[in-house]
């Protein structure tokens, strides 16, 4: 699929449990995790009951996700973790429209800054988005990845 001009891309929140839910799950772990010969675990899992899921549809598919995590410090502070796309649709703007969408809910809910442990490989889709390097490379899961922060009440 070259184009997703002709179909209907739709972005809603994802229940947990649901169906959608565990489709969820398998993007993630398929993108995420057994590219680096891992499994997504009730580790990365135990927490979703407590985040927002953010999914992307293509014609009702769920084809990428994001989830969001209230942290307790800093107050008014959110996480953005488990960011995923399948393979044949990315770098065709559904990252963006997921990132943008899952931003302006959080506004919604008293959300002031935003931060993400972005692997190294989108530190650029991240920049372009308004997010801001906040540390040194580090790795997790074998990957490096860097902090990112942006602040949602600039502009």
Same mark, same amino acid.
């Given at each position: 699929?070259?184009?997703?001009s002709?179909?209907?891309?739709?972005?809603?929140?994802?229940?947990?449990?649901?169906?959608?839910?565990?489709?969820?799950?398998?993007? *993630?772990?398929?993108i995420? *995790? *057994?590219p680096?010969?891992?499994?997504?675990?009730?580790?990365?899992?135990?927490?979703?009951?407590?985040?927002?899921?953010?999914?992307?549809f293509?014609?009702?598919?769920?084809?990428?996700?994001? +989830?969001?995590?209230?942290?307790t410090?800093?107050?008014? %502070?959110?996480?953005? *973790?488990?960011?995923? $796309?399948?393979?044949?649709?990315q770098?065709?703007?559904?990252?963006?429209?997921?990132?943008? %969408?899952?931003?302006?809910?959080?506004?919604?809910?008293?959300?002031?800054? $935003?931060?993400?442990?972005?692997? $190294?490989?989108?530190?650029?889709?991240?920049?372009?988005?308004?997010?801001? %390097?906040?540390?040194?490379i580090? %790795?997790?899961? +074998?990957?490096?990845? $860097?902090?990112?922060?942006k602040h949602?009440?600039?502009?």
């Amino acid at each position: 699929m070259e184009t997703l001009s002709d179909h209907a891309i739709t972005l809603r929140f994802i229940d947990v449990p649901s169906l959608e839910y565990q489709a969820a799950c398998k993007i *993630r772990d398929d993108i995420l *995790r *057994r590219p680096l010969g891992l499994r997504l675990s009730q580790v990365d899992t135990k927490q979703d009951y407590e985040q927002w899921h953010l999914g992307a549809f293509v014609d009702n598919k769920l084809v990428g996700c994001v +989830s969001a995590a209230k942290l307790t410090e800093p107050n008014n %502070t959110y996480q953005i *973790r488990q960011m995923a $796309i399948i393979n044949a649709l990315q770098g065709l703007g559904l990252g963006k429209r997921l990132m943008q %969408t899952m931003e302006e809910h959080l506004k919604t809910q008293a959300c002031q800054h $935003i931060q993400l442990a972005a692997r $190294i490989t989108a530190q650029g889709f991240y920049e372009a988005l308004g997010y801001n %390097t906040a540390s040194d490379i580090f %790795t997790h899961n +074998s990957v490096e990845h $860097i902090m990112m922060k942006k602040h949602l009440n600039e502009a």
